[in-house]
């Protein structure tokens, strides 16, 4: 099992910044591809982006392609999400998870799962 928190979220003007952290604990990180997801109000999860264990693959959705970057340092136990020229609609909860094996874009891949933290973007 492992538990992930996540980190760094809050409220931005739309054009600015934020990076979210997610912190692993539990069983061995390097073990786990991750990924982000994030849900706005009324809509479904969406993937957002995705890293190989190693941190040589990573996947993007094609709304954050060339704005959000995904990176993971396994020494520390964390993946982070950095997310510029934020948008009015990025406003979500963003999920962190992680599962064993390769990436996924669907979110029933993974079986690990962050409570969440909240993006605010005013336009």
């Known amino acids: 099992q492992v538990q992930l928190v996540e980190s760094g979220g809050g409220l931005v003007q739309a054009g600015e910044s934020l990076r979210l952290s997610c912190a692993a604990s539990g069983r061995t990180f390097s073990n786990y591809a991750m990924a982000w997801f994030r849900q706005a109000p009324g809509k479904e999860r969406e993937f957002v982006a995705a890293i190989s264990r190693s941190g040589g693959t990573t996947d993007y959705a094609d709304s954050v392609k060339g704005r959000f970057t995904i990176s993971r340092d396994n020494a520390k136990n964390t993946v982070y999400l950095q997310m510029n020229s934020l948008k009015f609609e990025d406003t979500a909860v963003y999920y962190c998870?992680?599962?064993?094996?390769?990436?996924?874009?669907?979110?029933?891949?993974?079986?690990?799962w962050g409570q969440g933290t909240q993006v605010t973007v005013s336009s």
């Open positions: 998870a992680a599962r064993s094996g390769a990436t996924s874009k669907y979110s029933y891949n993974y079986n690990h």
